[in-house]
Antibody, heavy 118, light 108 residues
Framework: QLQLQESGPGLVKPSETLSLTCTVS??????????WGWIRQPPGKGLEWIGS???????YYNVSLKSRVSTSVDTSKNQFSLKLSSVTAADTAVYYC??????????WGQGTLVAVSS | EIVMTQSPATLSVSPGERATLSCRAS??????LAWYQQKPGQAPGLLIY???TRATGIPARFSGSGSGTEFTLTISSLQSEDFAVYYC??????????FGQGTKVEIK
């Protein structure tokens, strides 16, 4: 059974870079046809797609975040990562990683809350 | 960007009753529409994709319909475990995937 687990700091200072890693178990991140995505959810609000990447390295980002987002994949560790630069309080959210087939997300990691505060 | 609008924001339903949730796209997304269920404190889980295909393990009381810009998620007989927030998501516009704001199904 495929499982995903997010990890990273729960608190980031304004203007700094948020860094998260998603570890995939029960399956290979190098599987063809699957992308690997990041989605976030501010407290009490809805879902926002951040970006998606293929194991080869090709990536797509939400236009609204594109200038601040970068992603990477480490196939040897079966992990993929997210970096979001110049964070503000508006970036406070639960960050989820998920497998993506076509444009459909599932399964999802349990999520990790990242607060932006000094 | 395709904007997804869900209605109502909150739906109050008694256990055993039928729930009907709506999702509208700002432009046609064909049948490239998914529904997710999110329970408090949990990650969303895939319910429906392709507008009407249930994901693995999803009970038959969940059904999806629609195409183009108008979509419906129906829960035929609400069980206690179905009270949650439901999100629709379009995936027709590659690579720009967008979610609705969610409909909360609460106990009446």
């Amino acid at each position: 059974q495929l499982q995903l687990q997010e990890s990273g700091p729960g608190l980031v200072k304004p203007s700094e870079t948020l860094s998260l890693t998603c570890t995939v178990s029960g399956g290979s991140i190098s599987s063809s046809n699957y992308y690997w995505g990041w989605i976030r959810q501010p407290p009490g609000k809805g879902l926002e797609w951040i970006g998606s990447m293929y194991y080869s390295g090709s990536s797509y980002y939400n236009v609204s975040l594109k200038s601040r987002v970068s992603t990477s994949v480490d196939t040897s560790k079966n992990q993929f990562s997210l970096k979001l630069s110049s964070v503000t309080a508006a970036d406070t959210a639960v960050y989820y990683c998920a497998r993506q087939l076509g444009g459909v997300f599932g399964p999802w990691g349990q999520g990790t809350l990242v607060a932006v505060s000094s | 960007e395709i904007v997804m609008t869900q209605s109502p924001a909150t739906l109050s339903v008694s256990p055993g009753e039928r729930a009907t949730l709506s999702c509208r796209a700002s432009q046609s997304v064909g049948s490239n529409l998914a529904w997710y269920q999110q329970k408090p404190g949990q990650a969303p889980g895939l319910l429906i994709y392709g507008a009407s295909t249930r994901a693995t393990g999803i009970p038959a009381r969940f059904s999806g319909s629609g195409s183009g810009t108008e979509f419906t998620l129906t829960i035929s007989s609400l069980q206690s475990e179905d009270f949650a927030v439901y999100y629709c998501q379009q995936y027709n516009n590659w690579p720009s995937w967008t979610f609705g704001q969610g409909t909360k199904v609460e106990i009446k």
